[in-house]
């Protein structure tokens, strides 16, 4: 069965900078696509940044500049680096990955920015 674990939150100061990882484990096939979704309290899950196979990213526009998501296919691993970190960037962040056309989901992480 596949299984992603994240890894890396915690409590940091605003203006400091956390990195997140996630471990894909279980997959007999391509990973297609990797990203990052968060949902902070009382708000709706909201989708943060993707990367595909070939290394092409997008990122929402309130992380932009701030967040870099990379992957190592050999590792079956995505990293979300965040600098620059704002409170409203306190969130459990979901790690999320598309094999062969199916959803796959983390159990999340949580980040709290102290402001």
């Known amino acids: 069965q596949v299984q992603l674990v994240e890894s890396g939150g915690g409590l940091v100061q605003a203006g400091g900078s956390l990195r997140l990882s996630c471990v894909v484990s279980g997959s007999r096939f391509k990973i297609n696509a990797m990203a990052w979704y968060r949902q902070a309290f009382g708000k709706q899950r909201e989708w943060v940044a993707i990367?595909?196979?070939?290394?092409?990213?997008n990122y929402a526009d309130s992380v932009k500049g701030r967040f870099t998501i990379s992957r190592d296919n050999a590792k079956n691993t995505v990293y979300l680096q965040m600098n620059s970190l704002k409170p409203e960037d306190t969130a459990a962040y979901y790690c999320?990955?598309?094999?062969?056309?199916?959803?796959?989901w983390g159990q999340g992480t949580q980040v709290t920015v102290s402001s």
């Open positions: 990367i595909n196979s070939g290394g092409s990213t």
């Open positions: 999320f990955a598309l094999i062969l056309g199916r959803d796959y």
